[in-house]
C-alpha cells in the first residue's frame, strides 16, 4: 500500500501537461504516493454546470493532500453562455472552483515563496528571497455582490452616495481571520530563521476593514519580540519592492492585495514559470502553480513546468518528506544554474516534459 493517498486535479489547458511533468519528478525522487484524479474545472463546469463538484470534494476529504494543475477562469456570463446546451436554462452561476475549494476546507493560508535561483537570467535582482502571506477565505473574494443592491441598501443614509446603477462588491475582513493568518506568518518566520514580517494594507482609506486588519497585526506582532514588524501601504509597498526588494522577507497581507503582490514578487523572480503556492488549513493542504491555465498553449508542450515542481517540493515539506524536498529543491537550482535546459519563457525551446528530465537527470547527478 502506498504511503500517501493525493487527490490529482490537472484541471484545464496546461493543467494536465504541468501535473504529468511534476509526477515524472516525484517518481524519480522516490516519492511513494497512491494519485486519484479528481474533476474540476472548466470542462467540468462545460459539462455538468458545477466547476468543482461533490464527488471531487469527497475525494478532497478522503485523502492526505491535493495537488493542483490549474483553472479557466471566466466571468460568470461568459460562463454561462458556454454551458451545455441541456444545462443553460437553469440559471447557474460560475464560481472559482480555487476559491470555492479553499473557503469550503478553511484553506486560510496561501503561502507563496519568492526566492531569486542563481543563475536564472530573469531574477530583477540575485539574492530576493520573499514569502508572501496571503489570506484565503475572506476578503473580496468573499463572493458577497450585487449586479444591482437591493432597495433596502438604500435605506442606509449613507449609501445614498452610490448610484443606483452600480454594481457591488463587499469587502469582509474579520478578527479571526487577521489575527490567524498574521500569526501563522510570524511562526513561519520564527521557525525558518526570517528576521521581518510586513503587513500590507490600505487603512487609510479602507479604514474599517483594513483599519482592522492593521490591528489584529500589531495584536499579534507584540507576542513576537525578537522578530522586527513593520507595516506598509499596498500602494507604497508595490514600488518598495522594484526599489529594494532584499529589504523584505515575510510580507503578511489580505486577499486581494496577497494576489496583486505575490504576482509582482513572482515577476522578480523570473514570472509565472517559478511561481506556485500552497494552499493551508489545519489539516489539509492543496498545493499549485499559479500561473493559470493558459489555454493558447494547451498542448503545445512548451510551458514551463518548474512553478509545478516547486508545490510539488512543498507538498513534500508539508508531508514531513523534507529530504526528498531539498533534493528536488537542489535539482531545480541545478538545471536553471546550467542553463542548458530552458523553456520559452526561459529564452530557449526545451518542452515541458524535456524541463521535467532535466530536473530528474540533475536528481540522479545529486545523489549522495
Not at 519568492?114 to 484565503?136: K, M, Q, S
Not at 474599517?208 to 514588524?229: D, H
Not at 508542450?301 to 526528498?324: C, F, Q, S, Y
Not at 537550482?333 to 535546459?341: L, P, Y
Request: aromatic residues 8%; charged residues 25%.
Amino acid at each position: 500500500m502506498s504511503s500517501y493517498r493525493i487527490a490529482w486535479l490537472p484541471g484545464d489547458g496546461v493543467g494536465p501537461e504541468v501535473c504529468a511533468a511534476a509526477r515524472l519528478v516525484l517518481d524519480a525522487v522516490g516519492f511513494d504516493a497512491a494519485y486519484l484524479p479528481g474533476d474540476i474545472g472548466w470542462e467540468c463546469w462545460r459539462r455538468e454546470g458545477d466547476a468543482l463538484p461533490e464527488r471531487t470534494l469527497s475525494l478532497l476529504r478522503a485523502t492526505d493532500c491535493a495537488f493542483f494543475g490549474a483553472i479557466t477562469s471566466k466571468p460568470a456570463a461568459a460562463a454561462a453562455r458556454e454551458l451545455d446546451p441541456v444545462l443553460q436554462g437553469l440559471g447557474l452561476t460560475y464560481r472559482s472552483p480555487i476559491v470555492r475549494m479553499r473557503q469550503l476546507l478553511d484553506l486560510y493560508v496561501c503561502l507563496r515563496p519568492c526566492r531569486a535561483f542563481p543563475g536564472n537570467a530573469l531574477n530583477y535582482r540575485d539574492g530576493i528571497d520573499l514569502v508572501v502571506f496571503r489570506e484565503n477565505t475572506e476578503g473580496m473574494y468573499c463572493g458577497v455582490e450585487f449586479d444591482r443592491p437591493p432597495e433596502e441598501f438604500y435605506a442606509v443614509p449613507r449609501m445614498h452616495a452610490v448610484p443606483r446603477d452600480a454594481a457591488i462588491s463587499l469587502r469582509s475582513i474579520t478578527r479571526r481571520a487577521s489575527e490567524r493568518i498574521v500569526e501563522a506568518a510570524f511562526r513561519y518566520a520564527a521557525e525558518h530563521g526570517r528576521r521581518k514580517v510586513t503587513a500590507v494594507h490600505k487603512a487609510n482609506v479602507l479604514r474599517s476593514t483594513c483599519g482592522l486588519f492593521l490591528e489584529a497585526a500589531e495584536s499579534v506582532a507584540a507576542r513576537y519580540p525578537r522578530i522586527q514588524f513593520e507595516s506598509a501601504n499596498v500602494d507604497a509597498i508595490c514600488m518598495w519592492l522594484l526599489k529594494n526588494p532584499l529589504h523584505y522577507d515575510v510580507i503578511v497581507t489580505t486577499n486581494l492585495f496577497g494576489d496583486i503582490l505575490s504576482d509582482l514578487c513572482a515577476q522578480m523572480v523570473g514570472g509565472l514559470g517559478f511561481a506556485y503556492s500552497g494552499n493551508l488549513g489545519e489539516g489539509y493542504a492543496v498545493f499549485e502553480p499559479t500561473h493559470g491555465s493558459a489555454p493558447k498553449y494547451a498542448g503545445q508542450r512548451r510551458v514551463n513546468p518548474l512553478a509545478t515542481i516547486l508545490a510539488a517540493k512543498m507538498m513534500l515539506e508539508w508531508l514531513g518528506e523534507r529530504d526528498k524536498a531539498r533534493r528536488i529543491e537542489s535539482a531545480v537550482g541545478r538545471v536553471i544554474a546550467q542553463g542548458r535546459a530552458r523553456t520559452y519563457d526561459m529564452g530557449g525551446q526545451t518542452s515541458t516534459l524535456e524541463m521535467a528530465e532535466a530536473v530528474c537527470a540533475a536528481l540522479e547527478d545529486g545523489r549522495d
